[in-house]
């Protein structure tokens, strides 16, 4: 009532704000600055203040660590994007050109292309982390969405961007997997034909790849944004899976959190830099420093390591439409977890059973990752199926069963507590865990 | 403690799992000889760059292309490093077309430093069509083309043998055994003194296939040697600052974290 008639044509006079200036912890400049843009506040409450669980470990880094890598793959990628020609008959040469003749261009597209990589292992860790801690449940469920959406759209700008070189696996790869599109029943076709641009794989593919490349790596930025802001109402989940109380729990964010994340992220550097600097290509395959040529197929046409698992569930089932409906689901597989998982008790600390499916799940998936670089053939097909089986099995049977029928380990009633359970053995995991 | 074995085995499947390249199934291991570029320290020997670069030329230039090179990248730091005066000399060896003139007209004049090296073949046809079909592949990227780059290389130049009784192949294709499938439709490009070295090194096929092997690498990776270079300094530093970022951590946790 009161609500419909609140417009200035009502009787009912309240007094309204338009203005919020003020309230700023600041004082001179910045409190100027900071009364009328409240970002440096948002800085202090949210990184100088902010409290976080004691008990985190190495793994909680892999969230700064991953920014950091989005940083860099953009800031290398925008530089990339100065020299390079999304055109097939010049694209395969400028890249070379930038590795021969541009100041320091071979840093900076090893460092790109090298980074992808290195990202994608930040966050295969990082999602093994949630797997590990229960960090998808109550009330972390959007967090964990958020991060699928990251990774779906990663692997989409990581396809796009493998594809800009214009080498054979470039080539190849992206004619597969655009291929699989012609699945889908009735309009597959002309899906492809739309996603092509053209009636093959060419140069208007190659132009359109590219703006989505990058309009797909900024989407990631926005989503990040939203995975933070997300993170700071719901708070760390930690080892212990329990929620902090009281101050005996927690440390501020600064110095404790940033100077443990620092360490950590010179260590991931330093990886980095080793294998950017020593093995560049590594990572990557030797068929892609062959020019494009649609009319030579390669031996093998694999994609990159990070895609392996899911290639090889794609290949496992001879119907292709399954197939891909196996792929895409695999992971997003992931995102039912939070529904799947019944059990109260996050941290799979406490969890024996679970904890030993987990494991599985994990040499599950470095199994696939060897069958997808394997031919499609004999053994390796028959191995590819029992992987995929275990996969969904995983998810839709194991997780709710044990998690209903687990009993699981007595936990300790604070964070403080499990510290102190740790220090006396009581609790055994490995010092990194 | 099972969990350690799980870890040990987890990195151990990490490891071998990465690459994704596929390990040639039932081929010859390669031949690995010693390359002055291997390893952290890894440099160009420029004597064998540029002898490297006289094999390409008189031998491989007759029916590969190196494309995206051009002469003055014979001069370049961590290159062959021969002196302007030479890389001028070496140009100038070499016709290409230039133009349209005032006139409207196209005109041949000698190579300058600037230009591209001369390709053997107008077109991938034409080198086809001189090959027996097969294609002589650009050498610009041919060493990070490959699996196993310089040792494949190296193995493919010293590969050729008399074919084993039960394999017939036809008239231009010859037996070698690090080839994958082991035909190759190259014929073998070097014998003995295929070159006269003017520094005096014996032109031995060993030697030849070395130096080639050399000079392919740099032409495929012209900053090799300032990228393992400047990886060593920012190991070094990367080292140190986590040591000191390592301990700025432990103080800073030491506050709240009693010894015991
Ligand atoms: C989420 C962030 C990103 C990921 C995961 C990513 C991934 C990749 C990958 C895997 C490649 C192929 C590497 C290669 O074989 O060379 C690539 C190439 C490329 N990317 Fe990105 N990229 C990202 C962001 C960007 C951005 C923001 C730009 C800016 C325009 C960009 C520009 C390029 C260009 C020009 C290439 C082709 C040059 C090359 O192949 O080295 N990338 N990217």
């Known amino acids: ?433 | 403690m099972p969990n350690m074995s799980k870890l040990i085995l987890l990195l151990f499947l990490v490891f071998f799992n990465i690459s994704p390249s596929i390990s040639a199934e039932d081929s010859e291991k390669l031949l690995n000889p010693k390359f002055s570029f291997d390893g952290i320290f890894g440099k160009f020997d420029r004597a064998s760059l540029q002898r490297g670069y006289q094999v390409y030329t008189e031998v491989c230039s007759a029916c590969h292309s190196m494309s995206l090179l051009n002469y003055r990248n014979l001069s370049q730091q961590g290159g062959p490093e021969f002196t302007e005066e030479e890389t001028k000399a070496i140009a100038s060896k070499f016709e290409v077309e230039d133009g349209p003139n005032q006139n409207g007209e196209m005109f041949k004049r000698s190579s300058k430093p600037s230009d591209h090296f001369k390709s053997p073949f107008p077109n991938e046809q034409a080198a086809r069509a001189a090959n027996g079909g097969a294609y002589p592949p650009d050498m610009s990227t041919l060493a990070k083309a490959r699996e196993g780059g310089p040792s494949y290389i190296y193995s493919i130049l010293l590969g050729y043998e008399k074919s084993p009784k039960n394999i017939k192949l036809e008239d231009g294709v010859y037996y070698n055994k690090f080839k994958p499938g082991n035909s190759i439709k190259m014929p073998k490009p070097l014998n003995k003194d295929a070159v006269k070295y003017s520094d005096g090194t014996e032109a031995s096929v060993e030697q030849m296939a070395f130096d080639v092997t050399t000079f392919l690498t740099w032409a495929s990776d012209p900053h090799l040697e300032e990228r393992k270079k400047t990886g060593f300094k920012t190991i070094i530093f990367l080292l140190i600052v986590s040591a000191l970022a390592y301990f700025v951590k432990k103080k800073t946790w030491s506050r709240i974290e009693p010894k015991m």
């Not at chain 1, 969230?63 to 925008?78: D, K, S």
């Not at chain 1, 295969?124 to 982390?129: A, C, W």
């Not at chain 1, 620092?262 to 068929?287: Q, S, T």
């Not at chain 1, 044990?402 to 995991?429: F, R």
């Open chain 1, 1 to 433: 009532m009161t609500e419909k008639n609140f417009n200035s044509d009502s009787e009912i006079i309240k007094p309204v704000h338009t203005s919020k200036v003020g309230g700023s912890p600041f004082k001179g400049v910045a409190g100027w600055i900071d009364n009328r843009l409240p970002i440096l506040r948002i800085f202090k409450y949210e990184y100088l203040d902010f409290q976080v669980p004691k008990s985190l470990n190495y793994f909680w880094s892999l969230g700064g660590i991953l920014m950091v890598c989005l940083i860099f793959l953009i800031i290398t990628g925008v530089t990339l994007g100065m020299h390079y020609k999304p055109s097939s008959s010049e694209a395969f040469n400028s890249v070379e050109k930038i590795m021969r003749d541009v100041n320091f261009g071979w840093l900076i597209r090893y460092a790109h292309m090298n980074l992808a990589s290195f990202f994608f292992i930040a966050v295969y860790l990082h999602i093994f982390r949630g797997l590990y801690y229960g960090s998808y449940k109550e009330p972390r469920q959007l967090m964990w969405l958020l991060g699928i959406i990251i990774f779906f759209m990663m692997m989409a700008t990581a396809f796009l961007g493998y594809t800009l070189p214009w080498g054979q696996m470039s080539y190849w790869g992206a004619t597969v997997i655009t291929n699989l599109f012609s699945a889908i029943p009735v309009v597959g076709k002309f899906i492809v034909t739309w996603l092509w641009g053209d009636y093959a794989v060419g140069d208007s593919t190659l132009n359109r790849f590219y703006v989505l490349h990058w309009l797909i790596a900024f989407g990631i930025v926005g989503i990040v944004v939203f995975h933070v802001i997300a993170l700071h109402i719901v708070g760390s989940n930690n080892p212990s899976g329990i929620e902090p109380v009281d101050t005996r729990d927690t440390v501020s964010f600064a110095p404790y959190t940033t100077s443990k994340d620092l360490f950590a992220m010179l260590v991931f550097l330093l990886i980095f830099v080793l294998f950017m600097m020593y093995i560049p290509n590594y990572l990557g395959h030797p068929d892609n420093y062959i020019p494009a040529n649609p009319l030579v197929t390669p031996a093998h046409i694999v994609p990159e390591w990070y895609f392996l698992p899911y290639y090889a569930i794609l290949r496992s089932i001879p119907n292709k439409l399954l197939g891909v409906i196996a792929m895409v689901s695999s992971i997003a597989m992931l995102g039912l977890l939070p529904w799947l998982d019944l059990s109260k008790v996050r941290s799979s600390v406490f969890r024996p059973i679970w904890k030993q499916f987990i494991f599985l799940f994990v040499l599950d998936f470095f199994l696939l990752m060897y069958l997808g670089k394997m031919p499609p053939e004999g053994v390796y097909v028959i191995l590819s199926r029992i992987g995929l089986a275990y996969w969904f099995m995983f998810f839709l049977i194991i997780t709710p069963l044990v998690s209903i029928m687990e009993t699981p380990l007595q936990m300790p009633n604070s964070i403080h507590e499990y510290e102190d359970w740790k220090k006396k053995g009581k609790i055994k995991t490995l010092k990194i865990f």
